[in-house]
């Protein structure tokens, strides 16, 4: 069962990686990165282009190989410690830095806001539970 839910959220953090090209232009970004400096925006840009890969690589390795995390390897260990780390952190800034007011009264924006926290939540929960079962086996 937890194989199945590791290929489903390779499946979720793919579907991330394609969403990402909206982004920009529903955001506004070029508009609203004009006020800062070249160096910042164009950080920005790069920034977001290693987090498109970084979702691609491991959206490709969980449908690939998802019983590969499961096995009590060092390798295993080490990819789920980083996963749930990394899912619980984006749940943790989901929840507790961005500006309730960004969302709240809004209803498209609750409504995002809620389904990218169900998203967070089911990800650093699948990651914790692989990683619960390969510490205690």
Known sequence: MLNVHLFLAGLVILGLA?????????????????????LTRQVFFVHCGF?????????????????ALVEPTTAGFALLIG???????RLF?????????????????TTVHVVFTAIWGYLSGVFGWALWNVMVS
């Open 18 to 38: 394609a969403a990402y090209p909206i982004y920009p232009r529903y955001f506004r970004w070029r508009e609203e990165l004009q006020a800062v400096s070249l």
């Open 83 to 89: 996963l749930t780390a990394f899912w619980v952190y």
């Open 93 to 109: 800034a989901q929840l507790f830095l961005y500006d309730r007011r960004l969302w709240y009264g809004h209803r498209l924006h």
């Open 51 to 67: 987090i498109v890969m970084l979702l691609i690589l491991q959206g490709v390795l969980l449908l690939a190989t998802p019983q």
